[in-house]
């Protein structure tokens, strides 16, 4: 009956920093398809949660929507759409594209 | 007819099962007052795991006094923390 | 760097700009791209949907809760309606909830609110947008609630004993945005203009509107 990662209220932690910082393209990207597949409840955000909260915990602590990718790439995988391997394999290609 | 009036005192319950759940670790075994009835909605306990989150329970605003949940709060006794809760979190409170 | 060394990936990098320049672009902006194509692609989502969703989402503004609290402050059957039904309230003003509801908290001279989401960062986004990092970070969802007033005072917002702090667990179906109470000196003004006093962090409830 630990406190778990996701579950914070009272965990020991510094000050809060308030910079303003607005959400890059690519964040808005991983926001608006969360979004659509929740309208066709092909994920839902209780499961999106819970495959948050499951993520090993250094993938946790990092940026919201970096841990957001990771979860939704685990879910989906779960669900049968694509594998992990998919996904990167179709990040090199961009990437070799990319490179010209 | 709501299981919980408002004004009444309850106890969110002490209870760890896995999985996704929705009752913060700090208010857990805590005791309340109901605040409002929200309505009733789907369970995301099981809309987590693709079940269809029936039967809806009903979710409750529960106010709780800060020197309830922590020892040595910070603030003066009246300061409160509201959250909330789905009935099956809880309890009634015998007086 | 190849797409399995995330460790390499640096967390302060420069802000990438729009157009896509391999060595500019980051570990997570690939992913996102890869996602996006493969979606479309499988037909798990149509451009439309996602093309939606985006203006959706860029439409959003604070501006729009400002609105929403002026005209409340301006229009006391409307404060009314809104701390009766948050939801249905801002309908009025064209604005929707979505899949949750909206609880509106009302500052007094006896009470300040706070809103907070210990869980995961429930936030009221289809009025405010998305959340701010601050909203987000470990800092603010582990302390909000065990030492509210220490996190306010960060906020440059010190309250006295004699006003009870509330502090709201955004952690379920409900989403939350603070009612602030109209600040001295702006009696008389206009809605457009007092809506222009209001920022996102007052109707969080982490800093109170300046005349």
Redesign the interface.
């Known amino acids: ?1 630990n ?2 990662q996701h ?1 914070m ?2 965990m020991d932690a510094g000050p809060i920093e308030s910079s303003a910082h607005d959400a890059e393209p690519w964040a808005k990207m991983i926001t608006s398809l969360a979004a659509a597949m929740r309208d066709d409840d092909i994920m ?1 955000i ?2 999106l ?2 495959a948050l ?1 499951d993520l090993p915990p250094d993938i946790y602590s990092q940026d919201y929507f970096e841990r957001w990718s990771e979860a939704m790439i685990n879910l989906l995988e779960e669900k049968g759409i694509w594998t992990r391997n998919e996904v990167m394999g179709r990040m090199d290609a961009i990437k070799a594209k990319l490179e010209g | 007819m709501t299981m919980f009036s408002v004004g009444e005192r309850v106890r969110i319950k002490d209870s ?1 099962p896995p ?2 759940r ?6 857990r075994g805590k005791t309340g007052v109901i605040e409002r009835y ?2 009733d ?1 789907k369970n ?2 099981e ?4 079940f269809d989150g029936t039967p809806k329970r009903e ?1 409750y ?1 529960v106010r709780l006094a ?1 020197n309830d ?2 020892e040595n ?4 006794a ?9 009935d099956h979190w809880l309890e009634k409170v015998e007086d | 760097m190849t797409t399995d060394d995330r460790g390499t990936h640096s967390h302060d990098h420069d802000h990438p700009g729009t157009t896509p320049d391999v060595n500019e672009t980051g570990y997570y902006e690939l992913m996102a791209e890869a996602m996006k194509e493969l979606l479309i692609e499988k037909g798990v989502v149509s451009a439309d949907d996602l093309r939606r969703n985006l203006e959706f989402l860029d439409s959003r503004d604070p501006v729009d809760g400002g609105k929403i609290i002026a005209r409340a402050w301006t229009d006391p059957d409307f404060k009314s309606r809104l701390l009766e039904d948050g939801t249905k309230a801002v309908e009025e003003m064209g604005l929707t909830m979505g899949d949750a ?1 909206l ?1 509106v908290v009302e500052n007094t001279d006896d009470v300040h609110n706070m809103i907070v989401c ?2 995961c960062s429930c936030y009221p986004r289809t009025i405010l947008g998305l959340p701010p990092d601050w909203y987000k970070s470990k800092s603010y969802r582990s302390r909000a ?6 996190v306010l005072k960060e906020f440059g917002t010190e309250l006295p ?2 006003k ?11 989403r939350y945005l603070v009612l602030p109470q109209q600040p001295e000196g702006t009696d008389g003004w206009s809605a457009d203009r007092l809506a222009e006093i209001v920022t996102r962090d007052a109707m969080v409830g982490v800093v109170l509107p300046q005349a």
Do not use: K
Request: net charge negative.
């Open positions: 009956m406190q778990r579950d209220g009272g839902r209780d499961e949660r819970r909260e | 760890h999985g996704h929705r009752t913060p670790f700090y208010v929200c309505g909605f995301p306990e809309l987590a795991y693709g979710l605003r800060q949940l922590w709060y910070e603030g003066p009246s300061d409160t923390l509201d959250l909330e809760i789905y | 509801e609880v210990t869980l609630v065990v030492e509210p007033r220490s004993d004699s009870t702090v509330r502090v709201h667990d955004s952690n379920a179906d409900m």
